[in-house]
Structures are given as structure tokens and as C-alpha cells.
């Protein structure tokens, strides 16, 4: 079946900039979207942005100029890049690849999320 992985999250010092990928498989399973969401302890989780395969993208108001979202179709990955963070940006990272999966004989709507990865920011 479909899945998805993040990687990239870890430690930054408040200014920095990471990178996040999310790669989704098998190699049959076209993402439509890619949505990146975040989550912090006690909060519910917030959506981060969208891609679609258009490269069409979609931020929240709180990223906006602050973070790009981009993808390489061809290896089913995503990416997030973040810039001059601050604490307030510091959260468990996930992205959700939603498309269809040939199963071999047919196209199936699918819909596959990551484990998440922490992002932490110090001051």
C-alpha cells in the first residue's frame, strides 16, 4: 500500500533555515497533493501549505514569505523549506501525500501520512 516518510527536521538556531522531504511510495502512487501540516503539545495540528502536481501552491498566513513549498514529482518527493525561524515555528512536522494508487489493474484515490519530524528551534 501507499506510504509516506519525512526527514530533514531537527535542530536549528532561531534564524536558521531547514529543509524537510517527504517521500511517498511505491513509484505507482501519484500524489495530487502534498499537504504539510504542524503540531505542537496541546495544540491541534495546523496546515502548513499545499502543493498540487500543478505545482500550484497554498501557504498559511502564518508561514507566508517564510516558507516554500516544491516537489520533484519523478522521485515522489516533497519539500518545506523553512527560513529565519523562530521558536514560535519550532513543532512535529508531517506531510500527507493524497492521489491514486495503481494496484495493478486499477487506479485507487489514496491517501498515505508521514510519522512526523521535529523541528526544534533555539534561541
Known amino acids: 500500500q501507499v506510504q509516506a516518510a519525512e526527514s530533514g527536521g531537527g535542530l536549528v538556531q532561531a534564524g536558521g533555515s531547514l529543509r524537510l522531504s517527504c517521500v511517498y511510495s511505491p513509484s505507482t502512487f501519484r500524489a495530487k497533493v502534498i499537504a504539510w501540516y504542524r503540531q505542537t503539545p496541546g495544540e491541534q495540528r495546523e496546515l502548513v501549505g499545499t502543493?498540487?502536481?500543478?505545482?500550484?501552491?497554498k501557504y498559511a498566513d502564518s508561514v507566508k514569505g517564510r516558507f516554500t513549498l516544491s516537489r520533484d514529482s519523478g522521485q515522489n518527493t516533497g519539500f518545506l523549506d523553512m527560513n529565519s525561524l523562530t521558536i514560535e515555528y519550532a513543532a512535529v512536522y508531517s506531510c500527507?501525500?493524497?492521489?491514486?494508487?495503481?494496484?495493478?489493474?486499477?487506479?485507487?484515490?489514496?491517501?498515505?501520512w508521514g510519522q512526523g519530524t521535529r523541528v526544534t528551534v533555539s534561541s
Open positions: 502543493i498540487a502536481d500543478t505545482g500550484d501552491t
Open positions: 500527507n501525500a493524497h492521489g491514486i494508487y495503481y494496484d495493478g489493474l486499477r487506479w485507487l484515490p489514496r491517501s498515505a
